[in-house]
């Protein structure tokens, strides 16, 4: 069994060396370095049987996403076979998914996620908001990319397909990925905006949904911080001027 476990055995060249934390470097210069590497079979005489799961989680959970994409291209280069499979084969339960999660680029496991969510009865709508809510606009197109490049569907339209009013739309959205990704805080844009959120809201009879997409979905998250905060001020004191005879 040709596993991650078992490169410790090369002394500090294989796998475990080249993806070292903090340090990338370029697998394919290494292993023309190190003469008799380049041949999967000369490898694999050399690697003891059984998997070594202590090893697999010290190495898997202590690289980068960058990193642990480095190990996968070596070792189908080493071994050629993908290093998923293999770990599929000789893994199970929550250990083989937290392992099989961790080989995966974060774009890619959203993309996962977000099928999971839709696929079959009902949706996660919970999955859904934790995803597409967190993203930054990059995470966002790279999801989007993934997601039809996996599965040969477009998100935006499975999105739309499961999911329904307002829900959807402020979704739909958050799909475009044209967030202002900024730091800065507009104290005065912040009150402007929560104040259009409670006209849009509480104070009228319905919602006005376009207003909540276009605050949502495209101000900063320091600048809806504020707005929220600005928010109470404005429905506290709506309320107060309501009660008074």
């Known amino acids: 069994m040709e596993l991650l476990g078992k490169l410790p055995s090369f002394g500090g060249s294989g796998l475990t060396d080249v993806c070292r934390p903090g340090k990338l470097v370029n697998p394919v210069r290494q292993l023309s370095r190190r003469s008799g590497l380049t041949r999967s079979q000369q490898v694999e005489q050399e690697l003891p ?20 994409q480095e190990i996968k291209q070596k070792y189908k280069t080493m071994y050629g076979k993908d290093l998923d499979s293999v770990l599929k084969s000789e893994l199970s339960g929550h250990f083989e998914k937290t392992a099989l999660a961790l080989l995966d680029r974060p774009c890619e496991f959203d993309a996962k996620e977000l099928r999971k969510a839709m696929k079959g009865a009902g949706t996660n709508e919970s999955l859904l908001i934790q995803i597409l809510c967190t993203r930054a606009n990059q995470q966002i197109r790279n999801i989007k990319e993934s997601y039809k490049k996996l599965f040969g569907r477009d998100l935006e339209a499975d999105v739309n397909s499961e999911t329904s009013g307002y829900f959807r739309k402020i979704l739909i959205s958050l799909l475009q990925a044209n967030r202002d990704e900024g730091l800065e805080v507009n104290k005065d844009l912040a009150g402007q905006d929560a104040k259009r959120l409670y006209e849009a809201g509480e104070a009228r009879w319905g919602t006005e949904e376009s207003e909540f997409n276009v605050i949502l979905a495209t101000r900063n998250y320091m ?12 429905s506290i004191k709506e309320v107060e001027i309501l009660g008074r005879p």
């Not at 070594?52 to 642990?68: G, P, T, Y």
């Open 49 to 68: 049987s059984g998997t070594d799961e202590k090893a697999i989680i010290e190495i898997l959970a202590n690289r980068s996403s960058e990193q642990r």
């Open 223 to 234: 600048q809806l911080r504020a707005t929220f905060k600005a928010y109470e001020i404005v």
